[in-house]
């Protein structure tokens, strides 16, 4: 059983387009993130939800807008993709209120060109 | 805002032996949580091992442990007897336990390789 899974695993796509990506887990957690991840491996939060409710929201471009359904997914669009939107994003959840780690997905490699 | 360094952007270890990646950080709260993890090239990140603020004594998880040294905000993980499939990226990563802030702050990474 895959705990946390996004699809898809790889999307390329033309400057200007809107895509989405969309995580689900099924370890019942209550938190859930989005990370990216640039080309020289650097990770940083995008987006968190808590219960459905965003809780972190980095400075990232308006472009980007989270949805979470429930607290099993959070989806990521982007629209109007740019050259610079190209990384590999990753999901993530985890519980709140104690010691446990964050379990990531596989990640999606984004590639606009 | 707390920030976590890794200053060794590259390291290698011969095959069997004993390596140790260095993690600094940066906060003014007195209890959170650390941890590694690893990145192999099929780009999963995986849980390599965590360490409570408030517990003095190192986490060990198998060949992986680490030198937790709060006053020094250190946090150095050690790999021993070094085997081909430790070959990753490792990063650091810091997590408040304040509700609304509960993310990992992680480092820019050490890319370890393993000599046969």
Not at chain 2, 54 to 77: D, G, H, I, M, P
Not at chain 2, 88 to 104: D, I
Request: glycine share 4%.
């Amino acid at each position: 059983d895959t705990a946390v899974s996004q699809t898809p695993k790889y999307l390329v796509t033309q400057m200007g387009n809107d895509k989405s990506i969309k995580c689900e887990q099924n370890l019942g957690h209550d938190t859930m993130y989005w990370y990216k991840q640039d080309s020289k491996k650097f990770l940083k939060i995008m987006f968190s939800y808590n219960n459905k409710e965003l809780i972190i929201n980095e400075t990232v471009p308006n472009r980007f807008s989270p949805k979470s359904p429930d607290k099993a997914h959070l989806n990521l669009h982007i629209n109007s993709l740019e050259l610079g939107d190209s990384a590999v994003y990753f999901c993530a959840s985890s519980q709140t209120g104690s010691n446990s780690p964050l379990h990531f997905g596989n990640g999606t490699r984004l590639t606009v060109t | 805002a707390q920030t976590v360094t890794q200053s060794q952007p590259e390291m290698s270890v011969q095959e069997a032996e004993t390596v140790t990646l260095s993690c600094t950080y940066d906060t003014s709260e007195s209890d959170y949580y650390l941890f590694w993890y690893k990145q192999p090239p099929s780009r999963q990140m995986i849980l390599v091992i965590r360490q409570e603020a408030y517990k003095q004594q190192n986490a060990t998880e198998n060949r992986f442990s680490v030198n937790f040294q709060k006053a020094a905000k250190s946090f150095s993980l050690k790999i021993s007897d070094s085997q081909l499939g430790d070959a990753a990226m490792y990063f650091c990563a810091y997590r408040s336990p304040n509700f609304g802030n509960e993310k990992l702050t992680f480092g820019t990474g050490t890319r370890l390789t393993i000599i046969p």
